[in-house]
């Protein structure tokens, strides 16, 4: 059965650090994953997704990476901003037939002006 | 291109009432996902839907939850004789194909039963 973990479970930085989330899952076996992000009372907002094929994948100041054989994934944020403060989500995929998502259970950040 | 749409945003149920919650995907999106988010927990899959049928209800529980997706109008899930466990937020997403398509999430329904 696949579990998905994130650590930390919150994360408080003050402005303009560069941060990493980890993201480990149990079954390497994956068709993708996603991270998401969750503002507090609204829906998820994805992020970037990487292919089980795929080292890593950028988004401006985001980076993702995918160890596949080790189960694990980082998101690094660079030059972090208050606008980041959110609870950073993310998600595996089993196999492409079904659009079936594993979520960890989130890393809350705080970003201090 | 609107969002996933789901309505309400807020819905209040005294215990043993039925709820309904509905969710239009994106225009030109096929496949719909439910999955719930408890208090102090992460989303967890409900079931996966196309036009008319139920794909995957692994996540559903056997009793009083329902979903459907109807040829036209939006999906539903239905949670008959609500009780307070069930309180928590209910996100329904949509893909235009199964694939490598990214999931895009409506923004909740918070249900709320006293």
């Known amino acids: 059965k696949q579990e998905v973990t994130q650590i930390p479970a919150a994360l408080s930085v003050p402005e303009g650090e560069n941060l990493v989330l980890n993201c480990s899952f149990t079954d390497s076996a994956i068709y993708n994953l996603q991270w998401f992000r969750q503002d507090p009372g609204k829906g998820l907002t994805s992020l970037l997704l990487i292919q089980s094929s795929q080292r890593e994948q950028t988004s401006g100041r985001l980076n993702a990476s995918l160890d596949k054989s080790s189960g694990r994934s980082t998101l690094y944020i660079a030059a972090s901003q208050p606008g980041d403060s959110a609870t950073y989500l993310c998600a595996v995929r089993r196999d492409g037939n079904t659009g079936k998502l594993i979520f960890g259970q989130g890393t809350t950040l705080q970003v201090k002006p | 291109n609107a969002g996933v749409m789901q309505n309400p945003r807020h819905l209040v149920r005294r215990r043993g009432q039925e709820a309904r919650l509905r969710c239009s995907p994106m225009k030109g999106h096929s496949h719909v996902y439910w999955y719930r988010q408890l208090p102090e927990e992460g989303l967890k899959f409900m079931v996966y839907l196309q036009k008319e049928n139920i794909i995957d209800e692994s996540g559903m529980p056997k009793e009083r939850f329902s979903a459907e997706f109807p040829k036209e109008g939006p999906s539903i899930l239905r949670i008959q004789q609500v009780v307070r466990g069930d309180s928590a937020a209910y996100f329904c997403?949509?893909?235009?194909?199964?694939?490598?398509?990214?999931?895009?999430f409506g923004s909740g329904t918070q249900l709320s039963v006293l």
């Open positions: 997403a949509s893909s235009p194909l199964t694939g490598n398509e990214k999931l895009f």
